[in-house]
């Protein structure tokens, strides 16, 4: 490919994966706005209604998301009386988030939400079940990526 085309916006996948990310999210709005959340949100409660608890620090790297992001969610999600936050009586500088009653109640509301999605994806079964599994393979490979190697290795 020549040097010209490498930088067309059409021939990147970071745009591409941008593209479809911004879009499959402005589906989800008017689902979550039922609910009154956002699509952060809905993915800690996912976590959550799996977990019941997380220590912060889990939840990060569950959703990938650094303390400076997750910290204003957490909060914004407690003063809405989805989730609770305590510290732990042995390390007080590790904090747990529990799911709240309010945030055990919306899982029922939120059941229809992924075959919701998968309808307006216009994807086919198998086509759903193979993109989910490229991308989760390219994530996989990014991540490995980053990881600082080992000084002996």
Do not use: H
Not at 105 to 124: N, R, V
């Amino acid at each position: 490919m020549p040097n010209d085309e490498l930088l067309k916006l059409d021939n990147q996948l970071c745009f591409a994966l941008y593209a479809c990310s911004r879009s499959l999210t402005r589906l989800y709005r008017p689902l979550l706005n039922k609910l009154g959340i956002t699509y952060p949100q809905y993915l800690v409660l996912m976590v959550l209604w799996e977990n019941k608890q997380q220590a912060v620090s889990e939840l990060g790297e569950k959703l990938l998301l650094d303390s400076g992001t997750l910290t204003p969610l957490l909060k914004r999600m407690e003063t809405n009386g989805l989730v609770e936050r305590t510290r732990s009586m042995q390390d007080e500088r590790k904090v747990f988030i529990k799911i709240s009653k309010k945030g055990k109640a919306l899982k029922e509301q939120a059941l229809a939400i992924p075959e919701q999605m998968f309808c307006q994806s216009g994807l086919t079964v198998e086509e759903f079940v193979r993109v989910k599994g490229d991308l989760k393979d390219l994530l996989k490979k990014i991540l490995k990526q980053q990881e600082i190697p080992d000084v002996d290795e």
